[in-house]
């Protein structure tokens, strides 16, 4: 059915009070698409739609809202709404919500949590923020050596609905060691009288609890995993990191070099939820340097004033060979930063790489001059030298700006810096002063 219709359907029993009937509507729709039209309602609705929920129901929606619906429900519902909900919660998706809240809503939120559950919440609050400790939950099947398929299967059954996944079973000692992971569909075709030591996968892949979620999201893209162990520094499971957790850090760590590669800080609230002065503060910082930088291309011109009085040609030419150059640049650092994100490419690859778009350079540089040479003598009458002084300019621009932009992300990274803050911005003001360099050389030199 069309999600209009639905949205109506679901309005009009709201307005007509018909709670009963809202109630089983909803419940015939996903969490994400009630999250998504508890959205669009003022303060007094969404209170009113969220107490509808059956409290199992609400809970998950719950985790899917933003961050705004979530404060205001907080500061509408009781003492007591508050406790429930945190209950029917899984743990990473609390430490989340917790995450967000100003300092005096998360005091009242631990205040009316069970003493268990609020343990367990200020031990995940400690961990640093973006590693696999502050992401994972402990809502996942652990079981011993000592136990067969028969044994495993039943303890699925009893505890599996409080858990957050059981695709993946987890072996552990009495000292809590991680042993190993069972997938679940090799459980499901084994003998019941066999032992799960003998179905366990060869080697361990892990997290520990400080590793960066970069980490963990390039490990879970590696391997192919549903869910990954994170273990402390002695090697005892302590966690599980989810497969829906590592897509939203992929999301977040995509979005973060998108916004450095186009020279922005990384904002922490989506675009509408961040103020004027914040979207000012994020973006001067490199502007500012951008600007100050174009002053060598600026002396370059100024030097070279003289061979741009000889035809107005030559200053014509000037912004396509800069941004020939800059898009070049541009297509090298992107193929770099991918393949440096996906494990692909490594700093002792640069000869490897520098090697193949230099190569790759040449291709398009000869393509691309060629094409100029060809509009410079038909289309505006040139004379032969300008043109070939303009086509071999671009020639050489082309391929040294592919030279720097696989070099640059490379070089970043062993230095320890993001491949992403190497990209658009310094790519474009070296590529820049370069090409204006070998322009003004070649033509001071052949037509002078």
């Known amino acids: ?70 404060e ?9 709404e508050i406790t429930a909900l945190i209950s029917e919660m899984f743990v990473d998706d609390a430490v989340d ?20 559950m609020r343990g367990i919440i200020n031990q995940f609050l400690q961990y640093p923020e973006n590693s696999a400790g502050s992401l994972m939950t402990i809502e996942y099947c652990d079981f011993t050596p000592d136990m067969n398929v028969s044994d495993a299967l039943k303890n699925i059954k009893e505890t599996g609905v409080d858990k957050e996944t059981v695709y993946t079973l987890y072996l552990v000692d009495k000292q809590r060691k991680l042993l190993g992971t069972i997938p679940l569909h090799k459980v499901l075709v084994a ?4 032992m799960l030591t003998q179905l366990v996968d060869p080697g361990i892949i892990s997290v520990n609890t400080l590793d960066d979620q970069e980490v963990v999201a390039d490990t879970v893209r590696k391997y192919h995993m549903l869910s990954i162990p994170v273990v402390d520094g002695e090697g005892r499971l302590v966690g599980i990191i989810t497969s829906d957790d590592i897509m939203d850090v992929i999301e977040e760590e995509n979005t973060e070099d ?12 989506s675009y509408f939820k961040t103020g004027l002065l914040r979207l ?51 297509q090298a650092s992107t193929l770099m930063i991918r393949g440096l994100a996906l494990g692909e490419i490594k700093f002792r690859d640069l000869p490897r790489v520098l090697w193949t778009e230099i190569r790759v350079g040449l291709i398009i540089g000869v393509v691309m001059s060629g094409v100029t040479l060809v509009r410079l003598l038909l289309l505006n009458g040139a ?24 070099t640059l992300p490379l070089i970043a990274q062993r ?3 993001d491949p992403a803050l190497a990209a658009s911005p310094l790519i474009t003001t070296l590529v820049d002063a370069s090409s204006l360099f070998i322009f003004f050389n070649i033509a001071s030199k052949y037509i002078l």
């Not at 100024?302 to 070049?328: H, K, Q, T, W």
């Open 1 to 70: 059915m069309d999600w209009d219709v639905i949205k109506s359907k679901l309005d009009t029993l709201l307005a007509q009070g018909r709670h009963s009937q809202l109630r089983g509507a909803l419940m015939m729709l996903n969490p994400v698409d009630i999250a998504g039209y508890m959205k669009e309602l003022d303060a007094e609705k969404l209170l009113l739609v969220f107490r509808v929920l059956p409290k199992d129901m609400s809970a998950e929606v719950f985790s899917y809202m933003d961050s705004d619906q979530r």
């Open 415 to 417: 230095v320890g810096l």
């Open 280 to 330: 000012a503060a994020n973006r001067l910082p490199w502007l500012l340097i951008l600007m100050f930088t174009s002053i060598i291309s600026g002396a370059i011109i100024a030097r070279y004033e003289s061979v741009l009085a000889i035809n107005i040609l030559l200053s014509a030419s000037i912004p396509m060979l800069m941004d020939s150059g800059g898009n070049c640049g541009q």
């Open 97 to 116: 919500f917790l995450e967000e809240l100003p300092a005096n809503a998360v005091k009242r939120v631990l205040q009316n949590t069970d003493p268990k």
């Open 191 to 194: 003998a019941s009288d066999t």
């Open 383 to 406: 004379a032969l030298d300008l043109a070939l002084v303009i086509s071999a300019s671009l020639f050489a621009t082309v391929v040294l700006a592919k030279s720097i932009g696989c």
């Open 72 to 80: 205001m429900l907080v500061g509408s519902i009781g003492d007591a």
């Open 258 to 269: 998108f916004e450095k590669m186009s020279g922005l800080a990384p904002a922490e609230e």
